[in-house]
């Protein structure tokens, strides 16, 4: 009876003893560092499964589970943290309170998972892939099973709620735009609306009735549970790939393809080493998505075909290129822009070719449709309209699309051709030019008619002088209260139908000067009225040489520029020691006040004014009779209107120079953070300060942070703009928006305009764009190559 003991003792403990092997316990205060070799990464009891730090080409480290015997050490979950992938050097540590902390390699904490309900005592990374926290009493606190990347392992279940996202793109593990999920009892692929980020558009389902479960079992099947009892499979059982020599896994690629794949564990040929697909959603993934709210599969403008995989491969067509050349899932702009004049729609079908693309189609959002129609007729009808790019025929229908085109496609089942709009001689050249060429038969014709415009306007030019002279002399006999002597013959203004304001009126419109709207270079502004509505008034106050230069640089020249991004000047006074200065009034304050306030503005309205700034920046170097250098861009000098249209304002510190000369000299010096480092080497300037003042104010647009508003981990200040820099180098852009949904939903664009600021930002002012190629590269209109580093420190993000 004695010896039966031991026996009985075993089967006894056979059930526990069998558990310790399936799973590898983690006590608290264990750790793992990033890059460190020292430091082994926590396996599961068959080594199939590791949980550590593994280094991507970037030469970051992500935080994941991996299948540890593969060579390919596939990943199968990841933490979603803003801080993963993260710095070498940084650790990750298992805690009581907090489950896993990250601290990164300069000190700073992050939780990488939600709550935890309970005092973490342990850690388990059991065989099947699932990385578990429990408490003293092996109570489950917490389980990546619960918590789906982009992948699904044999026995994993998906509930109601729970969500398979896509990552962005290859080695880029921020959060793509595709999802998996259960939806009103049916399995469903959804794709973002990058422009709202609060909508979704489905391109395929697997349709179930009340279904309440997604299941992956450990034959690598996948259905849907109902709630009858029947399940409807999404994938069948692979009888010739057994589990027991086979891996699995369900995963949602960046390319929206779902996949269900297996590996062998043992593979007898270097051949059989590697992950195959046994089933897609969808089928033709091109073909699939149709929505009307987002660019597709691929970027805007660009044709999405099928590899012989079946995965989609993504193209330009002819005369375009991508923008992102690293990118190939990026939007694809023209070489050479196809641009309308402001009110046209008709072109000459001389300057433009057609390029027919059959089986291709790039459907919805046509802005006009034709039937009957013959293919001539929808070639025709899409040349000599500006608007066209693209004509779709099919079925002896037309229809014409415009910038941008979405969802394009390319396909032996696809029955449309299209006809791809290009201008002329566009092989000439693989970049957008500021210019376009002017076909030979047209240049004689053209002269002409410039010739004519060019005498026309100065004709009407000296005659609105001469009326503004005439005008000027009866005004200034007529006015009585101007002291005597006050101002010189030769000072005379020309003022381009401007008000000449009394300082006694404009005294009484502001109520005494009363109201102070801000201080302005050399001024302050006041709030006042007169019988048009609300005005801006500034006083400047200091009167000395340079202040009257400024003074009349800002009539005489201010008076003549008129743009929508530019504050209107509406009349000014110059009565004895008085010099003021009337604006149209802007109801919604300054930049600096809702970009730095309580409220994040939108990410939308903030992409809106960056535009617009751009664009008056790019009329005062480029548009107007005499190029301004406006020399002090920042958010406090640009202005918002009642719809919150942005207009650059403070010309005080502008410097004019002729269209001949590129630089001038000036002894102002504009505000600390913005102003361009070549500008303290030398006194002379040129436009590419506001060019370096634009990018640091683009990083604030983007971040709604203050240029040097920011203290590092160690306490000190950084600059935003070598922040930023570090975060693009390591794709971490999300970091800059931090939980701004909105603006993480608009990666790509994102993306351009961190790459536009960089390049504003570049050390050396002859690497820095105009600012007419600044905007075309905002626009899409032009490509963004990758920008180098303008300093070269260390990191930050």
Known sequence: MASLIPHLLFLFLMPFLVNAQSNSIINTGSFLIAGDVSTSPWLSPSKDFAFGFRELENGLFLLCIWYNKLPEKTVVWFARHDQNPALRGSKVELTALDGLLLRNSRGGTSKLIGLVSGTVASAVMNDTGNLMLKDSDSMLLWESFKHPTDTLLPTQKMEINDILSSYKSHQNYSLGKFRFQLWKGSAVLNIRNLPTGNMYVSYDTIRATNGYEIIFDKDGVLYIMQRDGNRVNISEPEGDYPADIHYYKVTLNF??????????????????????????????????????????????????????????????????????????YSNCVANIPQICEEGARNSTDDLYSLQELPNTDWPMLDYERYNPFNAEECKKACLLDCLCVVAVYRDNTCWKKKLPLSNGREDSKEISVSFLKLRRNTSS?????????????????????????????????????????????????????????????????????????????????????????????????????????????????????????????????????????????????????????????????????????????????????????????????????????????????????????????????????????????????????????????????????????????????????????????????????????????????????????????????????????????????????????????????????????????????
């Open 429 to 797: 050249t693989g970049k957008p030019q500021d210019g376009f060429p002017i076909p030979e038969g047209k240049k004689n014709q053209q002269t002409l008619i410039v010739v004519i415009s060019v005498l026309l306007g100065c004709s009407l030019f000296v005659i609105l002088i001469l009326a503004s002279m005439i005008c000027w002399g009866f005004i200034s006999c007529n006015k009585k209260k101007l002291a005597a002597g006050d101002i010189q013959p030769s000072e005379s203004f020309e003022s381009n139908n401007l008000c000449q304001f009394t300082y006694k009126e404009l005294r009484e419109a502001t109520n005494g000067f009363k109201e102070e709207l801000g201080r302005g270079s050399c001024g302050i502004v006041y709030k006042g009225r007169i019988k048009t509505g609300v005005v801006a008034v500034k006083q400047l106050d200091r009167v000395f040489e340079d202040s009257e230069k400024e003074f009349r640089t800002e009539v005489n020249v201010i008076g003549q520029t008129h743009h929508k991004n530019l504050v209107r000047l509406l009349g000014y006074c110059n009565e004895g020691r008085y010099r003021i200065l009337v604006y149209e009034f802007m109801s919604n304050g300054t930049l600096a006040d809702l970009l730095f306030g309580d409220r994040k503005p939108s990410w939308n309205l903030r992409t809106q004014i960056a535009y617009g700034i751009a664009r008056g920046l790019m009329y005062l170097h480029e548009e107007c009779d005499k190029q301004i250098i406006h020399c002090d861009i920042k958010p406090q000098n640009v202005l918002l209107d009642e719809h919150y249209n942005a207009k650059i304002a403070d010309f005080g510190l502008a410097k004019l120079l002729k269209m001949d000369q590129s630089r001038t000299e000036t002894g102002i010096r504009g505000t600390k953070g913005y102003v361009a480092p070549d500008w303290f080497r030398s006194a002379q300037v040129t436009a590419k300060v506001d060019v370096y003042s634009f990018g640091v104010q683009l990083l604030e647009i983007i971040c709604c942070k203050r240029n040097g508003d920011m203290n590092d981990f160690e306490g000190g200040q950084e600059l935003l703009v070598d922040w930023a820099y570090d975060c693009f180098q390591q794709g971490r852009l999300d970091v800059l928006v931090e939980e701004d949904l909105e603006a993480m939903d608009d990666m790509r664009r994102l993306e351009t305009f961190v790459m536009v600021a960089i390049w504003c930002l570049q050390e050396d002012p002859s690497q820095r764009p105009t600012m007419k190629r600044v905007t075309w590269m905002l626009e899409g209109i032009a490509p963004v190559s990758v920008p180098p580093n303008p300093n070269p420190f260390t990191s930050n993000c």
């Open 255 to 328: 390319d929206g393809v779902l996949t269900v794949s297996h590996y062998p564990k043992n593979p007898t040929t270097s051949s059989n080493a590697a992950w195959r697909d046994f089933k897609k959603m969808p089928d033709n993934i091109c073909m699939a998505m149709r929505g009307e709210l987002s660019s597709g599969i691929c970027g805007y403008n660009s044709i999405c075909t099928l590899n012989d995989d079946q995965r989609p491969r993504c193209k330009c067509p002819t005369g375009y290129s991508f923008m992102d050349l690293n990118d190939t």
